[in-house]
């Protein structure tokens, strides 16, 4: 399968028009276009490129980046944890907030907090990453001065634990807009649903507290269609997180794999590519995983 | 009961949140009135650095009269700050954004306009940009050209170390030049600027003579231009450009800073060199941070995260301006934006129809509309930075003129056709200008697509991401009108953008051939007595004025946002002003 996308990304990024950023220079000579050209190995058919690549990467070499001449998976190893930390902080304030946000909105269904809940998730689904980042930027590294603005730590490499979690909240929060809403909502539609099941009803009409019957019971069977929802927002934070990156100046994957397309970095393109493929389809497994663990009726195949 | 989606209650959930998107809208919260837009990225790859290519000409004589036999070169600026803001201080650290990773090596194919920055404070030159853009002293104490024009002798200095002890020589200018730029292999990033450079001698070891095809009076100019010098010691038998340990990591430097540490996606940290052979500088350290969104630049620039930096967002300069904190100051760029017709079609070969769109595009508001005003219409590639040699009374004048610009197309032979577009054998006037999207073209385009309406001329604008339309229009010459601009060295030798050799494959874009035009340029090019020079670009700057091988639109002023206690920047566009970094310092 990453066979799969391997070859058809590569196809598709060197057929793309324009070309490596350092031939489309305006201060490029057709003579230099020529020589950097060969010195890339860019002079060769794609179908050939494509073997001498996919011959390094079964080595574990995927290539050399076109726009720093750094080897592709040093690059992609530099960036990659940023954005796992990112991602994985904003996916699980999503779900330490969204689910009991979630689970309010559906107990106390058409009432005053169900309905803020759902203001607060048109306006989460609405918003652009970009404007909340830079508003919250304004508000509160301009004019409070509260929390750093961009980057990871404040300098460089060196940073105790409460400089990087400064770095994070921002970034992290406005990342996790982008996922919220949508466990909110399926978190409160899916509890509903449960919530109409016989077996609730005959768990309250024996007595069992409320919450012990919505906890015990109603929750867990209501969290598998969630957490496969859970499963398909991965790709959504992998994407959502090339604004937020660029915005606060977070060193990730997103802003890495804008910068490649943009500058036409062939091997990093697909190199990362072949890597974000690879997160996704584990992402899935996990989901996976987790279903077994959440419905005892499913059992790995 | 179900909650219907056309509930009462789901409609002021959506109306609530509408207020609420509205009020976080509104002016006074967001710094930039537009979006920051996706196609607005501080630039990574190069388009605001773009040198020259030197073309052929002709030999001639006579001695230099640009710093010659050891006369003093333009002395630095002085900062006027510093005489107002008191004794300068030691220490503290100025940061600075950079759009993406710096490349530190001026000459890799990979060093565009964020490590141009870098460049220029590790790696000294043998000239550096003065004080009215003539080049001044640096690694050479003095030069001179051979009476016949064909070398220029640098003079070099004696008491400069690399960041590794090792002493600087003779042998790093043979290196840099005759193994790294002329090496046709390698195609080093500016080499295109020293293409009258045959090769380079050592004459002894603290002087260098470079030997040349042809008279080249800008070349002192042109090595004050991204043109820093490497150590050879430091690359051994590695190929320059493949050498990470350098070119992304700790490279051997003989700059007012040195790295102390380089953080992919995050910052090059640098840190004073105590050695620096023009003395010690002030600043502890001086950061290049990677912030690549421009608001988020200016938000941290209002914070004090940022020292001192390029308004790229003309549009938030008022907000900019407002706080107390920080200053924001104009500078000169040799600098200037143009509207390229091209000359393969037939319509666009008649001056006339030239000079109609000059007088038929608002030029004024267009500078007004995307330039906040901090800009001047251009006739000519003189920019006005060069106050040596531009003198605006030797330009013809295309102020704003519909009627003029219509009677100039009615003479070209250009009527109004049934539905108002200008027609001529049947033809209408009717063409495609393609868009590069970067910084203020698209809004320019806009704008021009309104004038030529005006006039009868129908322009379709197709907008094309910056990657492939440099391919389109730059690589290909596949375009029929577009509007780009050129940055060049602090010297009026405009030879390459202009000349017929240099039409259809060179920086020629519009393919303009002129026999009488190229003589000028030529002239120009080598002539080495400065009165008799300036007599040719009067002269140049007069012919291209008058017929337009480029319509001429603007040039533009780079605004500086420079934190309150920044002290000690001279009055130089911020490329140049990172040559004097040694004299920054920070009022505490």
Redesign the interface.
């Known amino acids: 399968m990453l066979l799969l996308v391997s070859a058809i990304t590569f196809l598709l990024v060197n057929l793309?028009?324009?070309?490596p950023?350092?031939?489309?220079?305006?201060?490029?000579?057709?003579?230099?276009?020529e020589?950097?050209s060969?010195?890339l190995g860019l002079d060769q058919p794609v179908p050939v490129r494509y073997v001498q690549w996919l011959g390094g990467a079964l080595h574990g070499d995927l290539g050399t980046s076109l726009?720093?001449?750094?080897p592709v998976a040093l690059?992609v190893v530099?960036?990659l944890p940023?954005t796992l930390l990112l991602a994985g902080v904003a996916l699980a304030l999503s779900i330490v907030i969204g689910i009991p946000m979630g689970v309010v909105a559906a107990l106390r269904?058409?009432s005053v907090p169900d309905?803020l809940l759902?203001?607060v998730s048109?306006?989460g689904v609405?918003?652009?990453a970009?404007?909340l980042?830079?508003?919250l930027?304004?508000a509160l590294?301009?004019n409070l001065?509260w929390l750093?603005?961009?980057?990871?730590t404040s300098?460089?490499?060196e940073g105790g634990l409460v400089d990087r979690v400064q770095h994070l909240i921002m970034p992290a929060l406005v990342l996790s807009t982008t996922v919220l809403p949508y466990v909110v909502r399926f978190t409160r539609s899916a509890l509903l649903e449960v919530l109409h099941q016989d077996y609730v009803r005959t768990a309250t009409s024996k007595g069992l507290a409320r919450v012990r019957v919505v906890f015990g019971h109603a929750l867990r069977n209501a969290l598998v269609p969630v957490v496969s929802i859970i499963g398909t927002l991965v790709p959504r934070l992998v994407g959502g997180s090339v604004v937020t990156e660029?915005?606060?100046?977070w060193?990730?994957m997103g802003?890495?794999a804008?910068?490649a397309a943009?500058?036409?970095d062939y091997p990093l393109i697909v190199g990362i590519t072949v890597i974000v493929a690879s997160v996704v389809v584990l992402s899935s497994l996990i989901v996976d995983l987790a279903y077994t663990w959440l419905d005892p009726r499913i059992r790995l195949a | 009961m179900r909650m219907h989606w056309l509930h009462w209650r789901s409609g002021a959930a959506a109306l609530a949140a509408l207020v609420l998107f509205g009020a976080g809208c509104s002016p006074a919260a967001a710094p930039a009135t537009q979006p920051a837009q996706p196609t607005n990225p501080p630039p990574t790859t190069a388009a605001a650095a773009q040198p020259t290519a030197a073309g052929a000409a002709k030999p001639t004589t006579a001695p230099a009269s640009q710093p010659t036999q050891a006369a003093a070169p333009a002395q630095p600026t002085q900062p006027a700050q510093a005489q107002a803001a008191g004794q300068p201080q030691a220490g503290g650290t100025v940061t600075t954004p950079i759009g993406a990773d710096p490349t530190m090596n001026p000459w890799h194919p990979n060093a565009f306009v964020e490590s141009v920055f870098v460049n220029r404070v590790l790696f000294d030159s043998l000239t550096r940009p003065g004080k009215d853009l003539a080049p001044a002293a640096d690694l050479a104490t003095s030069w001179d050209a051979a009476p016949d024009g064909m070398s220029w002798t640098f003079h070099l200095r004696d008491d400069v170390k690399w960041s590794d002890g090792q002493p600087f020589t003779a042998d790093d200018v043979l290196f840099t030049f005759n193994d790294i730029v002329l090496n046709q292999a390698l195609a080093a990033t500016g080499k295109g600027n020293f293409t009258a450079v045959q090769n380079v001698e050592a004459v002894n070891p603290t002087t260098v003579k470079f030997n040349l095809s042809r008279p080249f009076s800008a070349l002192p100019s042109y090595l004050a231009y991204n043109a820093g010098i490497l150590p050879r010691h430091a690359f051994a038998s590695q190929d320059p450009f493949n050498d990470n340990a350098f070119n992304k990591g700790k490279p051997v430097s003989s700059g007012p800073f040195k790295v102390e540490s380089y953080a992919s996606g995050d910052s090059v940290v640098l840190t004073r060199n105590d050695a620096y052979f023009g003395g010690k500088p002030y600043l502890d350290k001086l950061v290049f941070k990677v912030v690549p969104d421009a608001n988020t630049q200016i938000a941290q620039a209002l914070s004090g995260e940022l020292s001192i930096m390029i308004l790229d967002n003309k549009a938030a300069v008022d907000r900019v301006k407002s706080a107390q904190q920080v200053r924001v100051e104009p500078r000169q760029l040799v600098q200037y934006y143009w509207l390229s017709l091209n000359q393969t079609d037939p319509r666009f070969t008649d001056v006339r129809v030239r000079q109609a769109f000059d007088y038929a595009i608002d030029r004024q508001a267009i500078i007004t509309a995307v330039e906040k005003g901090y800009g001047k219409p251009a006739n000519s590639a003189i920019v006005p930075a060069f106050t040596t040699y531009y003198d605006a009374s030797h330009d013809s004048d295309y102020a704003f003129n519909p009627d003029k610009a219509k009677q100039l197309l009615a003479s070209a032979g250009w009527q109004p056709g049934p539905d108002g577009i200008l027609q001529k054998d049947g033809q209408p006037f009717q063409f495609t200008m393609d868009v590069g999207q970067r910084g203020v073209l698209q809004p320019t385009n806009e704008l021009i697509q309104q004038n030529l309406k005006a006039v009868g001329i129908q322009a379709d604008l197709n907008s094309m991401e910056w990657n492939s339309y440099i391919q389109k229009v730059v690589v290909n010459r596949d375009y029929t009108a577009t509007v780009n601009w050129w940055v060049y060295p602090n010297d009026p030798d405009v030879f390459p953008y202009f000349a017929s050799s240099a039409a259809g494959k060179g920086f020629n874009i519009p393919g303009y051939k002129d026999p009488k035009l190229d003589a000028l340029l030529t002239a120009v090019q080598t002539e080495t007595d400065l009165a008799k020079r300036k007599q040719d670009v009067v002269d140049l700057q007069s012919y291209m004025s008058a017929n337009l091988p480029y319509v001429f639109m603007w040039y533009p002023q780079e605004l500086d946002v420079i934190n309150a206690n920044l002290q000690g920047v001279p009055d130089l566009n911020l490329r140049d002003a990172m040559h004097y970094v040694q004299e920054w310092w920070l009022k505490k």
């Open positions: 793309a028009p324009g070309g950023a350092s031939l489309m220079r305006m201060d490029a000579t057709p003579e230099q276009r020589a950097l060969l010195r726009g720093s001449n750094e690059r530099q960036r940023n269904r058409n309905f759902a203001a048109i306006l609405s918003v652009p970009f404007w980042g830079i508003i930027i304004l590294s301009v001065n750093p603005s961009s980057g990871i300098t460089a490499g660029s915005v606060f100046g060193p990730g802003r890495l804008i910068e943009n500058g036409r």
